[in-house]
């Protein structure tokens, strides 16, 4: 199958960060040419005066939670925290897949064409990712069984997701650790050992509450960075959301074990929960830095151009400086970086030939993007744009969203659905 996209602006985020004027063929999924394509091709899509970009990767949610949003908001952490779990307590797979289905649909509408999800029932989450066409990271919940609801022990349940799962084209096992309140250090280093074996992603919630970082140095004398680091849990492979309340010596116990961050800004803001994830010292210290939504009960909201706009704004507001993050490091956040937080840079986050085709056109006639200047086109996209601009969707190469309409299944349906299963779980 042979895809053209015409006469572009490319927004590539290659190493030089170039933006082109000009065409992208797309051969059995991958990128196979930039610039001037002469030769036809199955499908062309006419792009004149239209912005491509790589597809956005959010590297942190809880996607199923998407028909839970609006029950649970402008309440203290702990009252929040109170109601989220009586609801969890009483989900089912049937409105976890509707609440999956609808999330896929949303992010993919924004832009978004891989996602970082932390959840159980990964098995049922996977239907909406494989249904949809979006690419799932899918991290099963892991934690002490005496903390869980689910049937079994969690690490196990996470173990048999993996092995019915693995080796599927959209569908990329991982293990969503809670955090340091509810996985002792064997569950942290059982998950440690499991993933290095097989190559998956560790994703955890760290330091997200300045009452989990007091917790933690009551029960364990050290605060949560530096006891992962202690009992040798840290690694390469592992991704921390969130990661507000850190010191530079824990951001420097990062950087030693390669562990990667997704901030998550505007979950944090709404919630209340004080503490800005401290990137620069990140940065300085040659920290690995993405970005997530997080779920919908604490956003609201998974589209990434927001949260790209909010992230820079807090940073700069916060340090008192608008050099802060400037427009082109967000976008790198949302891309490149984040698909190597993932450790997907071969593969993703960027448009270059080889890679696979996770691309996103971005109306070049909406207004918010207007003027359409060379050296202004990153800005518009981190500072002006928002979902609503993006109007046809490629992962791997397939259409997903055509002219701002899913393309693999009925959105009308999906979102019927959703209501149906937010009214019979919620009452």
Same mark, same amino acid.
């Given at each position: 199958?042979?895809?053209?996209?015409?006469?572009?602006?490319?927004?590539?985020?290659?190493?030089?960060?170039?933006?082109?004027?000009?065409?992208?063929?797309?051969?059995?999924?991958?990128?196979?040419?930039?610039?001037?394509?002469?030769?036809?091709?199955?499908?062309?899509?006419?792009?004149?005066?239209?912005?491509?970009?790589?597809?956005?990767?959010?590297?942190?949610?809880?996607?199923?939670?998407?028909?839970?949003?609006?029950?649970?908001?402008?309440?203290?952490?702990?009252?929040?925290?109170?109601?989220?779990?009586?609801?969890?307590?009483?989900?089912?797979?049937?409105?976890?897949?509707?609440?999956?289905?609808?999330?896929?649909?949303?992010?993919?509408?924004?832009?978004?064409?891989?996602?970082?999800?932390?959840?159980?029932?990964?098995?049922?989450?996977?239907?909406?990712?494989?249904?949809?066409?979006?690419?799932?990271?899918?991290?099963?919940?892991?934690?002490?069984?005496?903390?869980?609801?689910?049937?079994?022990?969690?690490?196990?349940?996470?173990?048999?997701?993996?092995?019915?799962?693995?080796?599927?084209?959209?569908?990329?096992?991982?293990?969503?650790?809670?955090?340091?309140?509810?996985?002792?250090?064997?569950?942290?280093?059982?998950?440690?050992?499991?993933?290095?074996?097989?190559?998956?992603?560790?994703?955890?919630?760290?330091?997200?509450?300045?009452?989990?970082?007091?917790?933690?140095?009551?029960?364990?004398?050290?605060?949560?960075?530096?006891?992962?680091?202690?009992?040798?849990?840290?690694?390469?492979?592992?991704?921390?959301?969130?990661?507000?309340?850190?010191?530079?010596?824990?951001?420097?116990?990062?950087?030693?074990?390669?562990?990667?961050?997704?901030?998550?800004? *505007? /979950? $944090?803001?709404?919630? !209340?929960?004080? #503490?800005?994830?401290?990137?620069?010292?990140?940065?300085?210290?040659? @920290?690995? %830095?993405?970005?997530?939504?997080?779920?919908?009960?604490?956003?609201?909201?998974?589209?990434?151009?927001?949260?790209?706009?909010?992230?820079?704004?807090?940073?700069?507001?916060?340090?008192?400086?608008?050099?802060?993050?400037?427009?082109?490091?967000?976008?790198?956040?949302?891309?490149?970086?984040?698909?190597?937080?993932?450790?997907?840079?071969?593969?993703?986050?960027?448009?270059?030939?080889?890679?696979?085709?996770?691309?996103?056109?971005?109306?070049?006639?909406?207004?918010?993007?207007?003027?359409?200047?060379?050296?202004?086109? *990153? /800005? $518009?996209?981190?500072? !002006?744009?928002? #979902?609503?601009?993006?109007?046809?969707?490629?992962?791997?190469?397939? @259409?997903? %969203?055509?002219?701002?309409?899913?393309?693999?299944?009925?959105?009308?349906?999906?979102?019927?659905?959703?209501?149906?299963?937010?009214?019979?779980?919620?009452?």
């Amino acid at each position: 199958m042979r895809t053209v996209i015409r006469d572009a602006h490319i927004v590539t985020q290659n190493p030089s960060r170039d933006i082109v004027k000009g065409d992208i063929l797309v051969e059995d999924g991958r990128i196979a040419q930039i610039g001037k394509v002469r030769d036809s091709a199955d499908r062309e899509i006419d792009a004149s005066g239209d912005i491509v970009i790589p597809g956005l990767i959010n590297t942190h949610s809880h996607v199923s939670m998407s028909i839970l949003k609006g029950q649970i908001d402008d309440m203290p952490f702990d009252k929040f925290l109170d109601k989220s779990f009586g609801i969890d307590a009483k989900r089912t797979e049937k409105d976890i897949l509707a609440g999956a289905r609808q999330g896929c649909v949303e992010m993919l509408r924004s832009g978004t064409t891989t996602f970082v999800d932390l959840y159980y029932s990964q098995d049922v989450i996977a239907r909406a990712v494989e249904e949809t066409g979006i690419r799932g990271i899918l991290g099963w919940a892991v934690l002490d069984p005496e903390f869980t609801t689910q049937s079994g022990t969690p690490l196990d349940n996470a173990k048999r997701f993996h092995l019915s799962h693995r080796g599927r084209s959209r569908v990329m096992p991982a293990l969503g650790l809670q955090g340091v309140y509810v996985c002792s250090t064997e569950t942290f280093l059982g998950a440690k050992e499991y993933a290095l074996e097989n190559d998956l992603i560790l994703t955890f919630h760290l330091s997200e509450t300045r009452k989990e970082v007091v917790d933690c140095k009551k029960k364990e004398g050290r605060r949560p960075a530096d006891y992962l680091a202690n009992i040798g849990f840290l690694n390469d492979h592992c991704l921390a959301a969130h990661s507000a309340w850190l010191t530079v010596g824990e951001i420097r116990q990062l950087a030693q074990a390669g562990t990667k961050v997704s901030t998550c800004p *505007v /979950s $944090n803001m709404k919630l !209340a929960t004080g #503490g800005v994830a401290p990137l620069p010292e990140m940065f300085q210290n040659g @920290v690995t %830095v993405s970005m997530g939504t997080d779920g919908s009960t604490t956003n609201n909201c998974l589209d990434m151009f927001g949260e790209m706009k909010t992230l820079s704004l807090l940073q700069k507001s916060s340090r008192w400086d608008p050099t802060v993050l400037p427009a082109q490091q967000v976008l790198d956040l949302a891309t490149i970086e984040a698909a190597r937080a993932v450790r997907m840079e071969d593969r993703l986050g960027s448009i270059e030939v080889g890679k696979q085709a996770d691309l996103v056109i971005m109306d070049g006639k909406s207004a918010n993007l207007r003027p359409m200047r060379p050296e202004s086109i *990153v /800005s $518009n996209l981190v500072y !002006a744009s928002c #979902g609503m601009d993006v109007k046809t969707v490629l992962c791997d190469g397939e @259409v997903v %969203v055509e002219n701002r309409r899913m393309v693999t299944v009925d959105e009308e349906e999906v979102l019927r659905g959703g209501e149906a299963a937010a009214r019979e779980l919620l009452g």
